[in-house]
């Protein structure tokens, strides 16, 4: 029991707020691509698989920053640099939730199945980009909007423009708060010598504001995209 929890705080089960910002911007590709209620199999399939896949990240997250994490006051007590949690677990509990997220693609249509391999490959190599791409926030937006297009594929068995424009704005509107996030690090990583420490202490603030209206305008423009495709379906 005690492992379970501490593999439950592994993978941030305690933080929920990670899985809501990788779930919403799949429901906007899920509803946008029904134009109704998407349908049950689809909507259940990518809740769990983004509980899972959010989760299996977290773990290789901790593994692959588990020596920069011990010089960071806020993530020093993480389960893998404290030492409660080998690495070798946290590559095995991440493996076994990646596992549990492809047997729920599998009742998915073809096209999904291959999307999914570049949505692997981005989230377990979202942690080891931080380390020499200056803009990782660019990355991880496009880490957690790759639902979008996937949920499309489920849903219509395409990926049309609009799908990959919502990803566009999905990728504003990650680089608008994770930048914000990630200053609370910024002391700590000016003193560890990060990739990322130029960005966050020279350009963060900037990149709010102009990534903020970004991700506003093609919000508004998908919306109305999306709108005007049901109203001629209907």
């Given at each position: ?14 933080r929920p707020i990670g899985i809501l910002l990788l779930l919403w911007p799949t429901l906007w ?17 990518f809740v769990l698989g983004t509980v899972l896949m959010r989760s299996a990240g977290c773990a ?77 926030q660019a990355y991880l937006g496009i880490c957690f909007g790759f639902g979008i297009p996937m ?84």
């Open positions: 029991m005690h492992k379970l929890k501490l593999y439950a705080e592994l993978v941030r089960l305690n590709g899920l509803w946008l691509a029904a134009g109704k209620t998407p349908a049950s199999l689809n909507l259940w399939v290789v997250n901790d593994y692959a920053d588990r020596h920069f994490d011990l010089h960071v006051k806020r993530t020093a007590q993480r389960p893998v640099t404290s030492g409660r949690v080998s690495p070798r677990e946290a590559l095995l509990v991440a493996g076994a939730l990646a596992l549990l997220a492809a047997l729920l693609v599998l009742l998915l249509s073809p096209l999904v199945w291959l999307l999914a391999i570049p949505a692997a490959f981005l989230a377990a190599s979202y942690p080891f980009m931080k380390r020499f791409f200056a803009i990782p949920a499309y594929a489920a849903t219509v068995n395409s990926v049309p423009p609009m799908a990959w424009a919502l990803l566009l704005a999905n990728v504003f509107w990650t680089i608008a708060y994770d930048t914000e996030y990630a200053m609370v690090d910024r002391e700590d990583d000016l003193k560890i010598g990060t990739s990322t420490m130029c960005w966050r202490s020279c350009s963060a603030m900037p990149a709010v504001w102009v990534c903020w209206p970004g991700w506003r305008i093609w919000k508004a423009w998908v919306w109305l995209s999306g709108r005007h495709g049901v109203q001629r379906l209907a």
